[in-house]
């Protein structure tokens, strides 16, 4: 693990009640990886299952995870980041609040302030979702 949750709200735009990510838990090159926990009142949580949007929304919160432990590295701020296409998505499954997934996004390409993603979904080894997803920047 390399931030628990209460070190990563800094590090990306949305903030409680808002946030779908706990931990960042790893960052190379092309990769990144982040855990949730659901909780029974997350947003996105209905009947007791994390909903389709959830699943969407944590992709892109790993996303801006990543973009933002690398501008704090880079000791720059923190941009905004907006979802501006998703392609190919696939829901497999639901999650029940109480399960914690693993997402990991690989970067495809990067052009000016558009990145492309491919993010997956994980619960113990059960693949949730996948899709291709374009992530805009922007300074606040």
């Known amino acids: 693990m390399i931030f628990p949750v209460e070190d990563i709200i ?3 735009p949305q903030k409680p009640p808002f946030v779908m990510v706990d931990q960042l ?7 990144t ?3 949730f926990a659901i909780k029974a009142d997350t947003i996105f949580v209905k009947d007791g299952h994390f909903q389709e949007a959830g699943l969407l929304e944590n992709i892109a919160q790993t996303a801006a995870l990543r973009a933002g432990y690398l501008a704090h590295t880079e000791n720059k701020p923190v941009k905004l980041g ?3 296409a ?3 998505l696939e829901i497999f499954g639901l999650p029940k609040a109480g399960d914690e997934l693993i997402t990991e996004i690989t970067i495809i390409d990067t052009i000016f302030d558009v990145t492309v993603i ?3 979904v ?3 080894d059960q693949l949730l979702a996948q899709c291709e997803m374009k992530v805009f920047t922007v300074n606040e």
Do not use: E, M, R
């Open 25 to 31: 838990l790893f960052v190379d090159d092309d990769t």
């Open 86 to 88: 998703v392609k190919d």
């Open 10 to 12: 800094p590090l990306i």
């Open 33 to 35: 990886q982040s855990s």
């Open 122 to 124: 994980w619960h113990n």
């Open 118 to 120: 491919a993010g997956k």
């Open 82 to 84: 907006y979802i501006g």
